[in-house]
């Protein structure tokens, strides 16, 4: 019996029931007409200059990572940018972000550096996106009366975020016990698999070193700014393409509202590709501003589309580009974190 595979199958079973789910909610109760009808009045030239800032948010992302990775290796921003598509075109169709773990398989095939280790910085990566997201939280709340249930999300990432930061650091500054304790953990498992274990420990404990150096959180704090003003500034683009700015009259806030929701759904483990979650909560944050269902869906139909597509084809570019496939994507990765 293969276990990992019956492991995959049963994530990817949970995604499409999660999928299902949500495009269900999403739906209920909408007007197809109103849909169709919004999709058909939207300026879609605003897509244009939306592709330039998702293009530029990836560079952006390209060089925060650099950053984290300096302590390791130092890594060209143009093999940065490949592996960063390459992972978030594999989250369109493995679930629970497992495209973070191709990531770090591929970069390890262009660089050697150890693929726990990578991981290492992608999990940093991803608090300190969360924290971004959290500032971004108590800013909407000063200028937007939020649903209980927004609150709630964000008081449940701020204790789990700060909980696994304080794990890490700990387990960084005491990485000599934090070893020697594994080893007294892992004396019942065979010998192999025990030293295997402590090994992807040590390899991926070697990858917080980013957090050490000081000289870096200017430049990460501020690369992580302008990362989220472009995401803010996409939300505002396609309010400009389905003229909600007037048509609704929606204050300066709303953008960044919308970014705050919709983040939720991309942050929080869910479906393959985020199909329906993301859809569902996009709705709901432009009902906050009385923005009717079937409008609001159409909007959500798009911002997915515009943020999902254009990287899987880009993704499938550089594996093409790379002799690399689809299915390597499902099996290699895994084996990278044997090593």
Known sequence: MDLKKIGRNWKTLVGIALSLFFVFLAFHRVSFRQVLLALGRANYWYLLPVLAVIALSLVLRSLRWQYLLAPLQKVKIGGLFTSLTIGYMANTFLPAHLGEFVRAWHLQKKTGIAASSIFATIVMERLIDVFSLLLLLAVSLMVFPFPGWVRKSGVV???????????????????????????????????????????????FLNGVTALKRPAHYLAVGTLSLLIWICYILTIQLLFLAFAFSGRYQLPWSAALVVTVVTTISVVVPSSPGYVGSFHYLCQLALGLFAIPKGPA???????????????????????????????????????????
């Open 157 to 203: 990432m701020l204790v789990l975020v700060a909980a696994l930061s304080v794990l890490l650091l700990g387990m960084k500054k005491y990485q000599l016990k934090t070893m020697a304790l594994s080893a007294r953990l892992l004396r019942s498992l065979p010998a192999a698999m025990a030293v295997k274990i402590k090994g992807l420990l040590e390899q």
């Open 297 to 339: 869906l159409s909007y959500a139909i798009v911002l997915h589309a515009i943020s999902i597509y254009p990287l899987f084809f880009l993704g499938l570019f550089f594996l093409a580009r790379e002799k690399l496939s689809l299915k390597s994507l499902q099996e290699e990765n895994v084996h990278a974190f044997d090593h």
